[in-house]
């Protein structure tokens, strides 16, 4: 046979027998970030692992792909339910063998009769077109092609078909055949280094390499990313050394690197020379890095940065512009362990995530530029959460159905002070202690809040059920009216008369807040727990400045004239 008669057979089939040109048959595509109403979500098997190679091309938005996912099933005769929308499905089979299913509203399904609760089952999906969302193909901030994923927060059944839900994490191994002059990023480690893909390989006939990725421990499916672009990639340096249990280096180290559009190399510097020591800060304050390497990606992702385990995505635009993006680079680092190792259990639990990742964010600059620079981040997010449109709703908002519009001041800002609030109530030792056991007990696990307040509790050896009651399940902050009066007793001592008011809306509850307030150096404990309290105080001499609730910064408040 001679190369040419070959590649008219080739283009014939791939005209009349590939799905390439059947558009037509892709179904419409979901609305994507509904709340599911069931949160056993799609609770008749649980995914392992999956297995993916996908087939991508500069010049189609089209891809090929076909996905294993190593299933245990969770019931005795299941429905196998898979969430996949708006590409066509070519073909299924369940243990090697071609399967009948229904595929409509975003869901594959199946009923498994036959199969009992702990059986493993391997289900091989083969799909193509064109992904409406997810798997986002387009011009790059330069006019080049790219491809990135996106996912947040459930736009992963957009290309890969799964069970898109935070409570089901899984490994994954990643076949990628992407056009040769791209360079390839995935979750993970680099099995090897890229080799010539086949000539039959799926996807495009464009002259490709194959990348393979794989990952070592479970991650959310949100999290399951793959970019190909012009990429260039610059190492930061080592982190974490010794203190990395998933580095595949001999040295224990994980390697942090940038990957950036060629033209954007300079003006990326600024923001990604720390990110080593950003690695090495969370480890020592939290515990060991929990996965194979850190990549900083350039990409086309909505969002300002998009924390995907172990391969974190940045807006194109901010670092093409030169910004200094450091503290979005904290803030995607710290999610490595809060978000991703941990992970929410369910969406309407993120700032068990968001509010993690914008307190530790800012806890680095504490650390690594002092108190004044650590403040400044406090008091942006308390005129957030001051200034916010969703004051009237608790951080866990069951209520909300759009999923988008949990990225709100409630679950960053106001998370974030949480955190900070009972660190200042536990003080740093029993919080760090804390939120050490909380990382250890539940990583690569997903957890809601309930498991972390248990945590904070057994550390501390007493119950928050009033702290996380009032500040994670009910709306709003204290606003506090500050009220005093002298009364002389003899020359110069006497009394002061104090009556501190909380003065929020009737819909917020009235806070319990032990603090204190201080007359320059002079401090006195109080606990404000009533609508309306008062204290007493007898000083050697009026004191000569007026009464300052909580100087030292550790409540949510605010103080109303
Ligand atoms: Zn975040």
């Given at each position: 046979m001679s190369n040419i008669p070959k590649l008219i057979i080739n283009n014939f089939f791939f005209i009349f027998?590939?799905?390439?040109?059947?558009?037509?048959q892709e179904p419409k595509p979901i609305k994507a970030g509904v709340a599911p109403t069931?949160?056993?979500?799609?609770?008749?098997l649980d995914a392992i692992h999956y297995n993916l190679e996908i087939g991508l091309g500069k010049k189609t938005e089209l891809i090929e792909a076909k996905v294993s996912i190593k299933s245990v099933l969770t019931k005795n005769n299941p429905i196998m339910r898979l969430d996949f929308t708006g590409l066509k499905v070519d073909s299924l089979l369940i243990d090697g063998i071609v399967s009948s299913y229904t595929y409509k509203d975003g869901i594959i399904e199946k009923k498994l009769n036959g199969y009992n609760y702990g059986d493993t089952i391997i289900i091989t999906i083969g799909y193509s077109g064109k992904?409406?969302?997810?798997l986002i193909i387009g011009k790059n901030i330069h006019g080049n092609q790219t491809i990135f994923v996106d996912n947040w927060?459930?736009?992963t059944r957009f290309w890969l078909p799964s069970?898109?839900?935070?409570?089901d994490k899984a490994t994954v191994n990643y076949y990628i055949h992407a056009p040769k002059e791209w360079k390839v990023i995935a979750n993970?480690?680099?099995?090897?280094e890229p080799i010539k893909t086949l000539?039959?390989?799926?996807?495009?006939?464009?002259?490709r390499l194959t990348w393979s990725w794989r990952t070592k421990v479970p991650i959310p499916t949100y999290n399951m990313v793959i970019g190909a672009a012009d990429l260039e990639i610059h190492k930061v340096g080592l982190a974490a050394c010794g203190k990395a249990?998933?580095?595949?280096?001999e040295d224990g180290c994980i390697e942090v690197t940038y990957w950036v559009y060629p033209e954007d190399v300079e003006n990326a510097k600024l923001s990604f020379k720390r990110a080593g020591k950003i690695v090495d800060y969370f480890t020592d304050l939290i515990?060991?890095?929990?996965?194979e390497k850190l990549a900083n990606v350039q990409s086309s992702?909505?969002?300002?940065g998009m924390e995907n385990a172990s391969a974190i995505f940045y807006s194109e635009k901010a670092i093409s512009e030169g910004k200094n993006i450091e503290g979005t680079v904290s803030h995607e680092i710290a999610h490595q362990w809060f978000?991703?190792?941990?992970?929410?259990?369910?969406?309407?639990?993120?700032w068990l995530s968001e509010g993690f990742a914008t307190y530790f964010g800012a806890l680095f600059f504490e650390n690594a530029d002092g108190k004044k620079s650590f403040n400044k981040k406090m008091q942006n997010s308390l005129n957030r959460v001051i200034n916010?449109?969703?004051?009237?709703?608790?951080?866990?908002?069951?209520?909300?159905?759009?999923?988008?519009?949990?990225?709100?001041s409630n679950n960053y800002p106001k998370g974030g002070w949480v955190l900070h609030m009972l660190r200042g109530y536990l003080g740093d030792q029993i919080f760090f202690e804390g939120i050490r056991e909380y990382y250890k007990t539940y990583v690569h696990k997903s957890v809601l809040t309930k498991q972390f307040q248990k945590i904070m509790e057994d550390v501390s050896e007493e119950s928050l059920e009033w702290f996380f009651e009032q500040w994670v399940f009910n709306p709003g902050y204290p606003r506090f009216l500050y009220e005093e009066t002298w009364d002389s007793i003899a020359d110069s001592n006497g009394t002061l008369n104090i009556k501190i008011t909380q003065?929020?809306?009737?819909?917020?509850p009235i806070f319990q807040i032990p603090t204190e307030i201080c007359w320059s150096n002079e401090c006195k404990k109080i606990n404000l727990g009533k609508k309306i309290n008062y204290f007493k105080f007898d000083f050697d001499q009026k004191p000569l400045v007026t009464g300052i609730i909580d100087p030292k910064g550790w409540i949510l408040k605010e103080i109303v004239n």
């Open positions: 027998f590939s799905s390439y040109f059947l558009i037509g069931n949160y056993d979500y799609q609770g008749n992904a409406d969302d997810g927060p459930n736009r069970i898109d839900h935070p409570s993970g480690y680099l099995l090897r000539n039959d390989a799926i996807g495009p006939k464009e002259d249990p998933n580095s595949v280096r515990g060991p890095f929990p996965y992702t909505r969002f300002g978000g991703d190792a941990v992970t929410e259990s369910n969406w309407h639990h993120l916010s449109k969703v004051s009237n709703r608790p951080i866990i908002d069951y209520q909300e159905k759009d999923l988008f519009k949990l990225l709100n003065m929020q809306k009737s819909e917020w």
